[in-house]
C-alpha cells in the first residue's frame, strides 16, 4: 500500500478515536465532570456502524474507582471495514476530580491516558500516544440541564503530531430516567462531528441503554453513522 493510503488509514481510525479518547459516559463523546462512585465499577459496551463505508465499530470499556478520586479504565475497539479490513485500538485512562459536580453549580475534571492504534495496514507502526483533556460540567434548572466542555491534545506518535481535540454537549431530562443528549466535538484539521441520543436508565445508576445518531462532513459522502449502546455499574 502506498505511504499516502497508509496515513489515509491511520487518520481514518485516529477520526474514529480523537474525540472520544478521554472516554465519556455513555452516550457521550465529549466527557463530564463525574467519575464511578469510590469502591465502584463499570462495564460500557457499544456498536457504531457507519453504512456508506461499510465499517463497523465494538467497543469494550471497563473501568473502577479502587477507593479514592481516581477512576482508572482501560479497554478498547475492534473496526471492521468491508474495503480496508480490521484496526484495532488500545486505551488506558485516569481520571480525577478537581472540583466534584453538585446541583445548579459546576464541576471540573482531568483525564490523562494513553492509545495504541494498530491501522488498517498491518505494516504500518504503532506507538502508544498520551493524550490528555480538562473537562468542565455546569448543572442548570436542578440538574434538568448540565452542559460538558472539552479541551484537550493527542499526541500522535503514529504521525508525529499534536492534534488539539474540543468537545461540547448537554444531556437534557426529559422524562423520569430518560434524557436526551446532543453535542459537537471534533479535533484541528477535521471538520466538526455532531450527533443526538438518548440515555435511559433500565435501572437507575446501574443498568443504562443508549442510542445515537451522527454526523460528519469529511467526505463526500459525509461520515454518518448510529450507535447502540449498555452501561453497566455495579
Request: hydrophobic share 40%; with cysteine; net charge positive.
Amino acid at each position: 500500500m502506498p505511504i499516502t493510503l497508509r496515513r489515509l488509514s491511520i487518520l481514518s481510525l485516529l477520526l474514529s478515536l480523537a474525540p472520544g479518547l478521554a472516554l465519556a459516559a455513555r452516550p457521550f463523546n465529549t466527557d463530564d465532570a463525574r467519575i464511578v462512585d469510590a469502591g465502584g465499577c463499570q462495564i460500557e459496551t457499544f456498536v457504531k456502524k457507519q453504512s456508506k463505508f461499510g465499517e463497523r465499530e465494538t467497543w469494550f470499556l471497563p473501568g473502577c474507582n479502587p477507593g479514592g478520586n481516581l477512576e482508572l479504565t482501560f479497554g478498547g475497539l475492534n473496526i471492521r471495514n468491508d474495503a480496508e479490513g480490521r484496526a484495532s485500538a488500545l486505551i488506558a485512562q485516569g481520571k480525577t476530580l478537581l472540583r466534584p459536580l453538585q446541583t445548579n453549580d459546576y464541576g471540573v475534571a482531568l483525564t490523562m491516558g494513553t492509545t495504541r492504534q494498530r491501522a488498517f495496514d498491518a505494516a504500518v507502526p504503532s506507538h502508544w500516544s498520551p493524550f490528555f483533556n480538562l473537562i468542565s460540567s455546569v448543572s442548570l434548572y436542578n440538574d434538568v440541564v448540565v452542559i460538558h466542555a472539552n479541551g484537550g491534545a493527542l499526541d500522535d506518535r503514529n504521525t508525529g503530531v499534536v492534534r488539539p481535540t474540543w468537545g461540547l454537549g448537554s444531556e437534557i431530562l426529559v422524562a423520569p430516567r430518560l434524557y436526551a443528549i446532543v453535542e459537537s466535538y471534533g479535533q484541528k484539521g477535521e471538520k466538526a462531528g455532531q450527533q443526538v441520543g438518548f440515555r435511559f436508565w433500565v435501572v437507575p445508576n446501574h443498568v443504562q441503554i443508549d442510542g445515537t445518531l451522527g454526523s460528519q462532513r469529511s467526505g463526500p459522502p459525509a461520515r454518518n453513522w448510529m450507535s447502540l449502546g449498555l452501561r453497566l455499574l455495579f
